[in-house]
C-alpha cells in the first residue's frame, strides 16, 4: 500500500490554458473524493465517486471542471480555460468505511493524496 | 453550507498541553474529526469521535464534545516539536455519502 498519489506536485500555466491532473487512489478504496484548498482555508469538497460512478459535485465545480474515474481505480480532474481563481491546491482523497472496522454506520476515514498545488498566472 | 469554525493560531512550549477547540453548525452531524497537515502535505486523519460519545482517549489525545454547544476539542499532552502542524476539525453526517465539511484550520507552533 503506498498510499493516495497525484501528479503533478506542482503545475503553472497561464490563464485559459486546460490542465489535468491525475490521482490514483488505494487500491482497494471504492470511493474517491476530490477537494480545493486554498492558502488558510481548510479543503473545500468538490466532487465524489463511487466506484465509475459520480454521485455528487458542489456547485463550487462550475462547467470548466471535469472529472472522471473510468474504470474506478485512477480519477482525472481537468480544468478548461483556467482562471486566476483557479489557483489552489487540488486534494484528491480515498476512504475507507469505518463500520467496516466496528464503528457506527456513517463514518469514513480519508487518506489524503499530496495535492496538486495549481498556480495560475 | 454548514460551518466550522477554529480560532488560527496556538502556541505553546515542548512539554506543555495542547488544546484546540472547535465550533459546527450541522445538528445533524454524525462524526466529528481531527485531521493534521504538515507543510507540503495532504492531511492526516488523527482521530474521530461518534456523535453520542461525549469523550475519545487515544494515547496523548483527548477529544471531547459537548453536542449542545456543538464544541468540539483536541487536547494533545506532553506536546512535542513534531506536533507543529495545522489541525483541521471536520465534521459529516453520513447520509448518502459523506461530505466532510473542514474548518480553516489551527496551526499549531510549539517551542522548544
Known amino acids: 500500500d503506498t498510499g493516495v498519489s497525484q501528479d503533478p506536485r506542482h503545475k503553472i500555466t497561464k490563464r485559459g490554458q486546460n490542465v489535468t491532473f491525475r490521482c490514483d487512489p488505494i487500491s482497494e478504496h471504492n470511493r474517491l473524493y476530490w477537494y480545493r484548498q486554498t492558502l488558510g482555508q481548510g479543503p473545500e469538497f468538490l466532487t465524489y465517486f463511487q466506484n465509475e460512478a459520480q454521485l455528487e459535485k458542489s456547485r463550487l465545480l462550475s462547467d470548466r471542471f471535469s472529472a472522471e474515474r473510468p474504470k474506478g481505480s485512477f480519477s482525472t480532474l481537468e480544468i478548461q480555460r483556467t482562471e486566476q481563481g483557479d489557483s489552489a491546491m487540488y486534494l484528491c482523497a480515498s476512504s475507507v468505511d469505518l463500520a467496516g472496522q466496528g464503528a457506527r454506520k456513517g463514518g469514513e476515514k480519508l487518506f489524503f493524496g499530496s495535492g496538486t498545488q495549481l498556480s495560475v498566472l | ?112
Not at chain 2, 497537515?37 to 464534545?65: C, H, W
Request: with cysteine; net charge negative; glycine share 8%.
Open chain 2, 1 to 112: 453550507g454548514e460551518d466550522v469554525e477554529q480560532s488560527l493560531f496556538l502556541s505553546v512550549r515542548e512539554g506543555d498541553s495542547s488544546v484546540i477547540n472547535c465550533t459546527y453548525t450541522d445538528s445533524s452531524s454524525t462524526y466529528l474529526y481531527w485531521y493534521k497537515q504538515e507543510p507540503g502535505a495532504g492531511l492526516q486523519l488523527l482521530t474521530y469521535i461518534f456523535s453520542n460519545m461525549d469523550m475519545k482517549q487515544d494515547q496523548r489525545l483527548t477529544v471531547l464534545l459537548n453536542k449542545k454547544d456543538k464544541h468540539l476539542s483536541l487536547r494533545i499532552a506532553d506536546t512535542q516539536t513534531g506536533d507543529s502542524a495545522i489541525y483541521f476539525c471536520a465534521e459529516s453526517n453520513g447520509y448518502n455519502f459523506n461530505k466532510f465539511y473542514f474548518g480553516s484550520g489551527t496551526k499549531l507552533n510549539v517551542k522548544p
